[in-house]
Nanobody, 122 residues
Framework: QVRLVESGGGLVQAGGSLSLSCAATGTIFSIDDMAWYRQAPGMQRELVASITNRGAAYCADSVKGRCTISRDNSKNTVYLQMNSLKYEDTAVYYC????????????????WGRGTQVTVSS
């Protein structure tokens, strides 16, 4: 069974930086797009950044200029770095990946991590 395991996060001061990582484990044939989402209390989950399996990266307007997403395909891992953190960046950050499993090599299944809390103190 495929699992996405996030690490990083915690309490960060405003103006500081954060580094998150997410490793996909289990029986994996390949991984398509990987992404980070976040959800603040009372808000809908929103896309923060995404990256294709060829490394084409995208950062949402809300974090553009402060965001770097990268991945290591040999480790099935995606990373998110953000700097100049603001109070508004406080949220639970979720990893997402489209995973192709050997049992069905023609279809990518959407998997989510459990989330990691990021709290930015002002």
């Amino acid at each position: 069974q495929v699992r996405l395991v996030e690490s990083g996060g915690g309490l960060v001061q405003a103006g500081g930086s954060l580094s998150l990582s997410c490793a996909a484990t289990g029986t994996i044939f390949s991984i398509d797009d990987m992404a980070w989402y976040r959800q603040a209390p009372g808000m809908q989950r929103e896309l923060v950044a995404s990256i294709t399996n060829r490394g084409a990266a995208y950062c949402a307007d809300s974090v553009k200029g402060r965001c770097t997403i990268s991945r290591d395909n040999s480790k099935n891992t995606v990373y998110l770095q953000m700097n100049s953190l603001k109070y508004e960046d406080t949220a639970v950050y979720y990893c997402n990946a489209g995973v192709v499993e050997p049992s069905n090599p023609y279809y990518a299944t959407d998997y989510w991590g459990r989330g990691t809390q990021v709290t930015v103190s002002s």
